[in-house]
C-alpha cells in the first residue's frame, strides 16, 4: 500500500518534468526558426536604407550611421532610367501573376467541382494524372516548353509564362479545391435546388460563397508561385521591356560594382505585395465558415 | 396539396438494383412513412421523388403531373434533410426567405411569409442568427420553417429528427405531427425508427432490399404483417419468431418445437398451416401475447428463462425455444429469476404462422 503511494508522484513528477523538456525544445526550436527566417529580412531592410558605401564597410554598420531612403526615390521615380526599369518590371509582374491567378481560379473551381461532385468514367485517373506534373522538378520542362512555346509563337510573350505557370498551379489547386468541395455538404446543394434554384444557381448562391476560403487560398498559392518565378521568366523572355521582377532584379548585379541598398530595397518592395496579400486574407484561411451547418 | 403517385419506380446502378418496381399511391393531405433498415432503398425513393437522381423507369405523378423528367425546383416540393442542409452563411431570416427569392417573390411579400413562418414555429427571436449560433432543435424548426415558407404541394422528410437527442426527438414528433394535422399536408417521411412511423403516420411503405413489403395503416401493418421481415421490424422489441415442424396427430394439425414439446393448433390456424408450402412452419408471436406461468400448465411449453430486463412499467422475459429467442412482457410485480423453469402459453387467436419457405404470412383460405 505505501509502496504504491511512494511510486505515483513519482512517476507523476517525471513525466510533468518531460513535457515541460519537450516543451523548453520545442520553445527554443521556434525562436532558431523565428531568427533563421526574420534576420535576413530584417537585414534586408537595414541595407536598403544604407549608402552604397556603408553596405560595403566591414566591420558592418549594424544600424546605418545616416539612414536613408535614396535607394527607395530611385527606384520608384519614373523620371530616371533605374525608376523605369524597376516599375516596368513590377507591372509586367503583377500583371503576369494577376492574369494567372485569375485564370488558375476560373480553371481550378469548375473543375475541383467536377471532381468532387461527379463521378464519371476515368475519374480517378484524370485526377491523378492532373498531379503528374508535380512529381517532376520544374527544370526538366524547360527545354520541351521552350521549344513549345516557340512553336505556338509566344516566345518573348508574357503569354508563355502565364501559360507555364498555370501548367504548375492548377494541378495543386485543383487539389486544394476539391478538398474544400468534398467538406461542403451535398445536402446544402440539394436543398438549394428543391428550393427553386437550378444547378448552376445552387453553386453559385450556396457552393461558392462556402468555398470563398478554399478559393482566396488557392488565388494566393498561385500568384505567389507566378510572382516568385524566376527560370522560365529568364529562359523565356529576352526583351528588356518584358522582364518581370525576379529576372530584372538581377540586373542590379551589374559587373564591376553592386548596388547592393539599390537591389535589397528592390527586393523588399518586391516582398511588400505578398505580405500584404497575406496579411489581407489570412483569416479567410482560419474561417472556418461551415461549421453549422450541418450537425455531424 | 396534391396526391403522389409512384408507379412502377425502378433505380439501378450497374447491376444493383436500389429500388425495385416500387408503386404507391400518397392521397391528397396523407403523410405517408417510408420505412426500413439501412440500405433498404428508402431514402433513394425518397430522393427519385424530389428529383435529386434520375429514375431508371417508372413514373412519378405529382398532382396531376408526370415528374420523370422536370427538375427539382419545378416539381413543387419541399425537402428536410436529415442534416437539415440550412445554408451556413445565411441568418435565419435569408434562409427562410431563399425559397421565395428564388420564386421572385415581391420583397414585401417575402417579409410577410417569412414572419408568418417564424410566428408558427416559435422562432421570431432567431431570425437574425446564423445556423450555427442555433441548438439542434432550433436547427432543427427553421430546417422545418424553410420547407413550410413556401406552401408546397408535397413535404419530403429525410429522417428529421435521427440527430436529435432522444427527448427532443420525442418533442419535435409530436410537433411534426401536429403541424400535419394543421397544415393538412401531404407528407412522405423516410425513417429507419419504426416507433417514429408507426407514431406519426396515417400509412406506413415498409421496405426492404428495394422492393416495397407492405403498404398499409400502421394498426394493420402491425396487426397482420404480410410476412416474417415485416413481422420482426414493425414492433419494438421484435416479434419472436420461432422455427416448428407441422404434423398431423390423431387427425389433429400439431406443430412441434425442436426441443421436443408440441401444441395442437386451433381449427383457423390448422386451416393456415394446411395452406403452407412446406411442414416448415414458422410461429410469430409478439411479447404481450405470450402468457407466462410458473408451473406446468395444459397447452404451455416448459422453457428456461435466459435473460430478465426490468424496464419499470414491465418487465421483459426471454428465452430460448427452438433456436430462437422468445420475447415475454410480464407485469413487473412477477418475479422470475434467470435459469428460472417457466411455461410459456401462445394465444392462438393473436398469434403469427408463417411459411418456412417463402416467409410469408399464411392465410385461412
Redesign the interface.
Known amino acids: 500500500m505505501s509502496t504504491t503511494a511512494e511510486i505515483a508522484p513519482r512517476g507523476l513528477s517525471r513525466r510533468r518534468m518531460r513535457v515541460d523538456g519537450w516543451r523548453w525544445a520545442g520553445r527554443i526550436f521556434l525562436v532558431f526558426m523565428l531568427l533563421y527566417t526574420a534576420v535576413p529580412m530584417i537585414w534586408m531592410l537595414i541595407t536598403s536604407i544604407k549608402s552604397g558605401f556603408a553596405a560595403m564597410q566591414f566591420p558592418p554598420q549594424w544600424w546605418p550611421d545616416e539612414p536613408t531612403l535614396a535607394s527607395y526615390e530611385k527606384l520608384l521615380d519614373p523620371q530616371n532610367s533605374v525608376g523605369q526599369d524597376f516599375l516596368r518590371f513590377f507591372w509586367n509582374s503583377l500583371f503576369v501573376s494577376t492574369v494567372t491567378t485569375i485564370l488558375s481560379v476560373i480553371v481550378a473551381v469548375p473543375a475541383a467541382y467536377a471532381f468532387s461532385r461527379f463521378s464519371f468514367p476515368g475519374r480517378n485517373f484524370l485526377f491523378f494524372a492532373v498531379l503528374l506534373r508535380n512529381m517532376f522538378p520544374a527544370v526538366i520542362f524547360l527545354v520541351p516548353l521552350f521549344i513549345l512555346m516557340r512553336l505556338l509563337g509566344l516566345m518573348n510573350t508574357h503569354g508563355s509564362l502565364i501559360l507555364t505557370y498555370l501548367t504548375f498551379g492548377l494541378p495543386l489547386a485543383i487539389w486544394l479545391l476539391k478538398g474544400f468541395y468534398d467538406n461542403i455538404?451535398v445536402?446544402?446543394e440539394?436543398?438549394?435546388?428543391?428550393?427553386?434554384?437550378?444547378r448552376f444557381?445552387a453553386f453559385i448562391l450556396?457552393v461558392m460563397?462556402?468555398s470563398t476560403p478554399g478559393i482566396i487560398a488557392t488565388a494566393i498559392y498561385s500568384f505567389i508561385g507566378a510572382w516568385n518565378e524566376y527560370i522560365y521568366a529568364y529562359t523565356f523572355l529576352t526583351k528588356n521591356d518584358q522582364l518581370t521582377l525576379p529576372v530584372g532584379i538581377q540586373r542590379f548585379f551589374s559587373e564591376n560594382t553592386t548596388d547592393f541598398p539599390g537591389l535589397m530595397a528592390a527586393s523588399f518592395m518586391m516582398s511588400v505585395p505578398v505580405v500584404v496579400l497575406f496579411l489581407v486574407l489570412q483569416r479567410y484561411f482560419v474561417r472556418a465558415?461551415?461549421?453549422?451547418?450541418?450537425?455531424h | 396539396m396534391a396526391h403522389v403517385v409512384l408507379k412502377d419506380l425502378v433505380k439501378t446502378y450497374g447491376s444493383f438494383k436500389a429500388v425495385n418496381d416500387v408503386s404507391l399511391t400518397v392521397n391528397d393531405g396523407e403523410f405517408v412513412a417510408l420505412v426500413g433498415p439501412s440500405g433498404c432503398g428508402k431514402t433513394t425513393t425518397l430522393n427519385l421523388v424530389a428529383g435529386l437522381i434520375p429514375i431508371t423507369s417508372g413514373d412519378i405523378v405529382i398532382g396531376d403531373r408526370v415528374v420523370n423528367d422536370l427538375d427539382p425546383k419545378d416539381r413543387d416540393i419541399a425537402m428536410v434533410f436529415q442534416n437539415y442542409a440550412l445554408y451556413p452563411q445565411k441568418s435565419v431570416y435569408k434562409n427562410l426567405a431563399f425559397p421565395l427569392q428564388m420564386r421572385k417573390l415581391p420583397r414585401d411579400e417575402i417579409d410577410k411569409k417569412v414572419k408568418e413562418a417564424a410566428r408558427v414555429l416559435d422562432m421570431t427571436h432567431l431570425l437574425e442568427r446564423k445556423p450555427r449560433e442555433l441548438s439542434g432543435g432550433q436547427q432543427q424548426r427553421v430546417a422545418l420553417g424553410r420547407a413550410l415558407v413556401r406552401d408546397p404541394a408535397v413535404f419530403l422528410m429525410d429522417e428529421p429528427l435521427s440527430n436529435l437527442d432522444a427527448k427532443l426527438r420525442v418533442q419535435m414528433r409530436s410537433e411534426i405531427k401536429r403541424f400535419h394535422q394543421d397544415l393538412k399536408a401531404t407528407i412522405i417521411y423516410v425513417t429507419h425508427d419504426q416507433l417514429e412511423a408507426v407514431t406519426m403516420a396515417d400509412k406506413m411503405a415498409v421496405m426492404n432490399g428495394g422492393y416495397l413489403q407492405q403498404y398499409d395503416s400502421p394498426a394493420q401493418v402491425f396487426a397482420h404483417p404480410v410476412n416474417m421481415f415485416v413481422a420482426s421490424f414493425i414492433g419494438s422489441p421484435a416479434m419472436s419468431l420461432i422455427p416448428l415442424q407441422a404434423s398431423t396427430a390423431n387427425g389433429n394439425s400439431v406443430l412441434t418445437g425442436a426441443e421436443g414439446w408440441s401444441f395442437e393448433l386451433s381449427p383457423r390456424n390448422a386451416q393456415k398451416v394446411a395452406n403452407a408450402t412446406t411442414k416448415k412452419v414458422v410461429l410469430g408471436a409478439r411479447h404481450s401475447t405470450i402468457k407466462l406461468h410458473n408451473s406446468a400448465v395444459p397447452g404451455a411449453i416448459p422453457a428456461k428463462a435466459y435473460t430478465v430486463e426490468p424496464t419499470g412499467d414491465v418487465t421483459f422475459v426471454q428465452a430460448f425455444l427452438s433456436g430462437a429467442i422468445v420475447n415475454v412482457s410480464v407485469p413487473p410485480n412477477i418475479a422470475v429469476a434467470p435459469d428460472e423453469q417457466i411455461w410459456l402459453e401462445f394465444d392462438q387467436e393473436r398469434m403469427h404462422l408463417f411459411d418456412g419457405e417463402t416467409e410469408m404470412a399464411l392465410k385461412a383460405n
Open positions: 455538404p445536402q446544402l440539394q436543398a438549394a435546388r428543391i428550393d427553386g434554384a437550378t444557381q450556396i460563397p462556402l465558415l461551415t461549421e453549422g451547418a450541418v450537425k
